[in-house]
């Protein structure tokens, strides 16, 4: 694909190369966001539309935990052009659109607002907040299933943004279908994903644990100090010491149900999805795996957590009733 004439002034612009004789584009202040790879911008093309350009990091200021073996040309900035040029094909409502393409930049739709982890992650805890949470992990196993290929391998809430309507969006596929790699969020990764096992949408299952457990505890479900550095992080997760399920007394008040052996349920949830341990499913464990009784292993699928977590929702009847139809939450809730 050649380059259109009027991405040449962004594209210098970016490397900071300003072209002082080009009008074509210009550039917000405004970073929208950056990760270990790559940084975010809002830039205005000549046509008058605003977009978001993802950009590759220039290899000198690779660094840290993630990059050290990975050659370039193998990163999560190549993997996520191709994802997203796959994606040309079809039109997935919960996933991102690309505008064009360069070396070391992606064009994407801009969404106006911040990620749904602005939103959300540090909600109070009401009944309200929580129905949202449940809304948007419902969509989010939506977008999973458009994705070309598993796991997405970097779920959080940072990684999905809210459309004009509302809807959830996934971000950010640097790591999808790629089923051995130790690239990710560190918080949110599974312990088979740490020890360079073969990986699959399990590890999915538990980052959307940790995000939950982390809405009703505020805190990371085996690490006690979130501010410690990488390495710590991740021997704390290979050791595996669950901090405990909820403080059912505390949930019956903020709920307002006395009933408490609905909030055992939850209980039992949280400990599925955040299990580190994981059963293949060609083993012989396989429909014991499956079992919402076995707390030891980790959901199999995000439908079979999501579905869990409705179901416990749908037996107490939390929050606005008016989101909650025929036993589901709705797909067009307003945030
Ligand atoms: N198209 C977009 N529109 C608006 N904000 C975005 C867009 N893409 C990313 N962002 C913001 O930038 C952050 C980082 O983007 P992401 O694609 O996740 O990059 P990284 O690979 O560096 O994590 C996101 O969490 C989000 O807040
Ligand atoms: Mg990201």
């Given at each position: 694909?050649?380059v259109p004439?009027?991405?040449h002034?962004?594209?210098y612009?970016?490397?900071?190369?300003v072209d002082?004789?080009?009008?074509?584009y210009?550039?917000?202040?405004a970073?929208?966001?950056?990760g270990?790879e790559?940084?975010?911008f809002?830039?205005?093309?000549?046509?008058?539309?605003?977009?978001a350009v993802k950009?590759?990091?220039?290899?000198e200021?690779?660094?840290?935990l993630?990059?050290t073996?990975t050659?370039?040309?193998?990163?999560g900035f190549v993997n996520?052009k191709?994802?997203?040029?796959?994606?040309?094909?079809s039109?997935?409502k919960h996933?991102?659109?690309?505008?064009?393409?360069?070396?070391?930049?992606i064009?994407?739709?801009?969404?106006k607002?911040?990620?749904?982890?602005d939103?959300i992650?540090?909600?109070?805890?009401?009944?309200?907040?929580?129905l949202?949470?449940?809304?948007?992990f419902?969509?989010?196993?939506k977008?999973?299933?458009?994705?070309?290929?598993?796991p997405?391998?970097d779920?959080t809430?940072s990684?999905?943004m809210?459309?004009?309507e509302n809807?959830?969006?996934?971000?950010?596929?640097?790591?999808?279908?790629i089923?051995r790699?130790?690239?990710?969020t560190p918080?949110?990764?599974a312990?088979?994903?740490?020890?360079?096992?073969?990986?699959?949408?399990?590890?999915d299952v538990?980052a959307m644990?940790?995000?939950l457990?982390?809405?009703?505890k505020?805190q990371?479900?085996y690490?006690?100090?979130?501010?410690?550095?990488t390495?710590?992080?991740?021997?704390?997760l290979?050791?595996?010491?669950?901090?405990?399920?909820?403080?059912?007394r505390?949930?019956?008040?903020?709920?307002?149900?006395?009933d408490?052996?609905?909030?055992?349920?939850l209980?039992?949830?949280?400990?599925?999805a955040?299990?580190?341990d994981?059963?293949?499913?060609?083993?012989?464990?396989?429909?014991?795996?499956?079992?919402?009784?076995?707390?030891?292993?980790?959901?199999l699928t995000?439908?079979?957590?999501?579905?869990?977590?409705?179901?416990?929702f749908?037996?107490?009847?939390?929050g606005?009733?008016?989101?909650?139809t025929?036993g589901?939450v709705?797909?067009?809730?307003?945030v």
């Amino acid at each position: 694909m050649s380059v259109p004439e009027i991405f040449h002034g962004l594209v210098y612009q970016l490397n900071l190369e300003v072209d002082p004789g080009s009008n074509n584009y210009a550039l917000s202040p405004a970073r929208l966001g950056e990760g270990g790879e790559a940084q975010v911008f809002q830039a205005s093309l000549a046509d008058g539309r605003i977009v978001a350009v993802k950009q590759r990091r220039p290899e000198e200021h690779d660094g840290g935990l993630e990059s050290t073996t990975t050659p370039r040309s193998l990163g999560g900035f190549v993997n996520e052009k191709n994802v997203l040029k796959r994606l040309e094909e079809s039109a997935p409502k919960h996933l991102l659109k690309s505008l064009g393409y360069f070396d070391d930049l992606i064009l994407l739709q801009l969404f106006k607002g911040k990620n749904v982890g602005d939103y959300i992650q540090n909600e109070p805890l009401t009944s309200e907040s929580f129905l949202r949470l449940v809304h948007f992990f419902r969509q989010l196993t939506k977008a999973l299933h458009e994705l070309p290929a598993s796991p997405h391998g970097d779920i959080t809430w940072s990684n999905a943004m809210y459309d004009e309507e509302n809807l959830v969006v996934l971000i950010d596929y640097s790591q999808v279908g790629i089923t051995r790699s130790f690239k990710g969020t560190p918080l949110f990764m599974a312990r088979e994903k740490i020890e360079g096992k073969k990986i699959d949408q399990k590890v999915d299952v538990f980052a959307m644990g940790v995000m939950l457990y982390w809405f009703l505890k505020r805190q990371h479900p085996y690490i006690t100090d979130t501010h410690a550095a990488t390495k710590n992080l991740f021997l704390e997760l290979l050791r595996g010491d669950y901090r405990g399920g909820l403080d059912l007394r505390k949930f019956t008040d903020i709920f307002g149900s006395s009933d408490i052996h609905l909030f055992e349920r939850l209980n039992t949830i949280l400990k599925k999805a955040t299990a580190t341990d994981i059963e293949d499913e060609e083993s012989e464990q396989f429909v014991e795996a499956t079992s919402p009784t076995n707390l030891e292993k980790r959901y199999l699928t995000v439908e079979l957590f999501v579905q869990e977590l409705e179901d416990f929702f749908n037996l107490v009847k939390l929050g606005n009733m008016d989101l909650i139809t025929s036993g589901q939450v709705q797909e067009e809730a307003v945030v």
